[in-house]
């Protein structure tokens, strides 16, 4: 092979190496964005659950009905 070739080969794989470490980086990324995700579907569902748990608890006053103080 020629110096040229060696050279672009070379390259080639100095380019590959950072790809591949591009892509692991971007994995990682993408995998601790998707565990926050969860996280935060299971936070939203778990306020969602006791929301409703406070409309169906709480007791609401006739709207014309003196407070008791009176």
Do not use: C, F, W
Request: hydrophobic share 35%.
């Amino acid at each position: 092979m020629s110096s040229t070739n060696e050279e672009r080969l070379e390259n080639l794989e100095i380019d590959l190496a950072h790809a591949n470490h591009t892509i692991d980086e971007l994995n990682t990324v993408v995998i601790e964005q998707g565990r926050q995700i969860d996280r935060l579907t299971r936070k939203l569902i778990q306020m969602t659950d006791q929301i409703e748990d406070l409309i169906e608890n709480s007791v609401s006053a006739p709207a014309n009905q003196k407070p008791p103080h009176y």
